[in-house]
C-alpha cells in the first residue's frame, strides 16, 4: 500500500513539469510566427520603399504598347491567317476560314442561311492571341459562316432480347446533322489596352 502511495505522489509532482512541456509544445506549434513570417516580407517591402504605383504604371504601359502592335499588325493586314475558337450548341470548335464544322442534333437554320458566331472565346494569329473570359467583347471579333448541308446520320440499330421471355424489338434511329463552312474570321475593331469588362459587367449570358 505505501508503494501505491509512493507512486501517486511521484505522478502528481512530475504533473506540472508534463504541462509546461505540452505548452511550450503547443506554443512551437502555434500558427502565430508562421502568420508573422508571412506578413514580414511585405513589411520589409514597405520599408526598402517599392512604389506599387509606379509598377502598376509600367504594367500599363506595356500593356498599350502590346495593343499598338497588335491594332498596327490588323490595320497593315500583318496578322496572318486568323484563327478562333467558337461555343456552338454547347460544343466548342476550334476553326478557320474555309473550315466545315459538323453540328449535331436539330438546329434551326437551313440551307444557305449565311450567319454569324458571336460567342467567341477565343481569337489569334502568328503573333497574338485574344482571350476572352468567358467570352470576348461583343464586336471584337466577327465570325461568318454559311449553312452548306443538313442531313441525317447513318442508320443505328437498337437491339433488345430477354431470354426465355420471348421478348425482342428492333429499333432504327437517325439524328440530323448540320454542315456549316466558315466564310471569314475578322478582328472588326482595334482592341484597346483598358478593357470595358473592368469598367462594367458583361450583360450577355454565356
Not at 504594367?59 to 493586314?77: D, F, G, H, P, T
Not at 441525317?152 to 421478348?167: P, S
Amino acid at each position: 500500500m505505501s508503494f501505491l502511495a509512493q507512486t501517486v505522489r511521484q505522478v502528481l509532482r512530475q504533473t506540472p513539469t508534463r504541462a509546461s512541456m505540452l505548452t511550450g509544445a503547443m506554443r512551437s506549434l502555434s500558427l502565430a510566427p508562421a502568420l508573422w513570417q508571412q506578413h514580414k516580407p511585405a513589411a520589409a517591402a514597405d520599408d526598402a520603399g517599392i512604389d506599387v504605383a509606379a509598377i502598376a504604371k509600367e504594367q500599363q504601359k506595356e500593356c498599350l504598347s502590346i495593343c499598338e502592335r497588335v491594332n498596327q499588325q490588323v490595320a497593315k493586314r500583318e496578322q496572318g491567317r486568323l484563327f478562333a475558337v467558337v461555343h456552338l450548341c454547347g460544343k466548342q470548335f476550334k476553326i478557320t476560314a474555309g473550315d466545315i464544322i459538323l453540328v449535331e442534333g436539330y438546329w434551326p437554320p437551313t440551307i444557305g442561311d449565311e450567319i454569324s458566331l458571336d460567342k467567341v472565346l477565343l481569337a489569334g494569329a502568328r503573333d497574338f492571341t485574344l482571350i476572352g473570359r468567358p467570352i470576348l467583347e461583343p464586336g471584337l471579333v466577327t465570325v461568318k459562316a454559311t449553312v452548306v448541308e443538313k442531313t441525317l446520320t447513318h442508320t443505328k440499330t437498337h437491339f433488345k432480347k430477354k431470354r426465355r421471355k420471348q421478348y425482342m424489338r428492333i429499333n432504327f434511329q437517325r439524328s440530323p446533322n448540320t454542315m456549316i463552312r466558315i466564310n471569314s474570321i475578322q478582328v472588326a475593331r482595334p482592341v484597346d489596352g483598358s478593357s470595358e469588362a473592368d469598367k462594367e459587367p458583361s450583360k450577355r449570358l454565356f
